[in-house]
C-alpha cells in the first residue's frame, strides 16, 4: 500500500532483538495494527495501538508515535518459527490498509 | 471451535468464467472482510460488510461481486470483467465493539485463471 512504508527484508540471528519500522499516511488514522504471515498461511493479528507509547506482548512489542506518523514492532529473543512476513496496517473508522510488508529471516 | 473457513483451499477456472469463493465464520462477528493478495505483496481490500444485507467498495472492487444475506456468510464472485484474477484470496471477520483492527483471517483460497 502506498500509504505505508516498511522495508521489504529483514535478516537477524537467532536470540537476537529486530526493529521493523513503519511509516503511514495520516489521512483518516485511527491506530495502527501488526500482523503475522508464514508462508502460505493465513496473517494473524499480533497487536493495536491507537495511542502512543509502547504495548509490550510477550516477546513482542509494538510502539506508536503519531506526532511523527511512525511506529514500529520489535521482536525479541528471536527463535526460527519467527521467520514470517510481518505486516503493519493503517486503522481508519472502517478499514484496515495494509503495508507490502516485511519478511523477516532468522538465521541460526 | 470458533473460527473462519473457506473452500476451495486451491481452485482453477478458465478464463471467461464467473467463480464464487465461500467465506464462512462462527464467530458471531457482525464485519467481514475480503482481500486479495499477490506474491510477495500486501493485501487489499476489496470488498467489506459491517452488517447483514449492507457492503461497500474496498480498494480494488471491480471485477469482483459479494453478498451477505447472513450474518455468517459472505461469498465472493470473481467475474470474467477482472482482469488479472489469479491471486490468493483471503477473507476476515471483526468484532465492531473492537473496530477492523483485529481481524481474523480464513486459510484463504488460491484461485488460478488459465
Known amino acids: 500500500g502506498q500509504s505505508l512504508e516498511q522495508p521489504s527484508e529483514v535478516t537477524a540471528v537467532e536470540g537476537a532483538i529486530v526493529q521493523i519500522n513503519c511509516t503511514y499516511q495520516?489521512?483518516?488514522?485511527?491506530?495502527l495494527s501488526w500482523y503475522q504471515q508464514h508462508d502460505g498461511g493465513a496473517p494473524t493479528f499480533l497487536s493495536y495501538?491507537?495511542?502512543?507509547g509502547l504495548e509490550e506482548t510477550g516477546r513482542f512489542s509494538s510502539f506508536l508515535s503519531r506526532s511523527d506518523s511512525y511506529g514500529y514492532l520489535l521482536l525479541q529473543e528471536l527463535q526460527m518459527k519467527d521467520s514470517a512476513s510481518y505486516f503493519c496496517a493503517r486503522g481508519s473508522a472502517r478499514q484496515l490498509t495494509f503495508g507490502s510488508g516485511t519478511q523477516l529471516t532468522v538465521l541460526p | 471451535d470458533g473460527g473462519i473457513t473457506q473452500s476451495p483451499k486451491y481452485l482453477f477456472r478458465k478464463e471467461g468464467q464467473n467463480v464464487t469463493l465461500s467465506c464462512e465464520q462462527n464467530l458471531n462477528h457482525d464485519a467481514m472482510y475480503w482481500y486479495r493478495q499477490d506474491p510477495g505483496q500486501g493485501l487489499r481490500l476489496i470488498y467489506y460488510?459491517?452488517?447483514?444485507?449492507?457492503?461497500q467498495k474496498g480498494d480494488i472492487a471491480e471485477g469482483y461481486s459479494v453478498s451477505r444475506e447472513k450474518k455468517e456468510s459472505f461469498p465472493l464472485t470473481v467475474t470474467s470483467a477482472q482482469k488479472n484474477p489469479t491471486a490468493f484470496y483471503l477473507c476476515a471477520s471483526s468484532n465492531p465493539s473492537g473496530g477492523p483492527y483485529e481481524q481474523y483471517f480464513g486459510p484463504g483460497t488460491r484461485l488460478t485463471v488459465t
Open positions: 460488510s459491517q452488517i447483514v444485507n449492507d457492503f
Open positions: 495501538n491507537a495511542l502512543d
Open positions: 495520516t489521512s483518516g488514522f485511527y491506530g
